[in-house]
């Protein structure tokens, strides 16, 4: 039996299950940089990383706390904080005796975060959640979680890494 007999092909209906959701999160992310970017001058992820330090006490967090937190490498990360701090929204500080740096969320950061809030979640509310009830939304929750949940296996199991 040769490897292409051994492939667990994908059922028509896992077929089209899987292509909508690849669809969803291609078009999804372009769509809330598209609106971000417009109205706020931000990327997603630049605001993805504002706001996890705005929702975190003392509007700071260790660099890697916040690249786990923002699902993003260490060096990713960086970039973009070296850009945010040119901007004046945030700064770094060192740990005092210890190793890395903090995130600090600033003054003109957090101005920044709120600025972009409402027009983000009206976005958000607009393109995810509008149609759908309470109960779609929780099935939408629990997928999220065990998806997410299969994809840490997989990869802490060697799948998808370079």
Request: proline content about 2%; glycine content about 10%; some cysteine.
């Amino acid at each position: 039996m040769d490897e292409h007999d051994a492939t667990r092909w994908l059922t028509a209906e896992q077929q089209a299950a899987w292509r909508g959701l690849v669809t969803l999160c291609t078009r999804l992310p372009a769509a809330l940089d598209t609106q971000l970017q417009r109205d706020s001058g931000l990327t997603h992820f630049d605001y993805f990383v504002l706001g996890g330090l705005s929702e975190s006490p003392d509007r700071r967090l260790k660099l890697r706390d916040l690249a786990e937190r923002s699902n993003a490498s260490l060096s990713r990360l960086s970039h973009v904080i070296t850009k945010l701090e040119k901007l004046g929204w945030v700064q770094r500080e060192n740990i005092e005796g210890g190793r890395g740096s903090f995130a600090v969320l600033t003054d003109t950061g957090w101005d920044k975060v709120r600025e972009a809030a409402p027009g983000h979640v009206e976005t958000v509310q607009s393109l995810v959640f509008e149609g759908l009830d309470d109960a779609q939304v929780e099935t939408l929750r629990q997928l999220g979680s065990v998806m997410l949940a299969q994809l840490d296996r997989g990869i802490a199991g060697g799948l998808g890494k370079a």
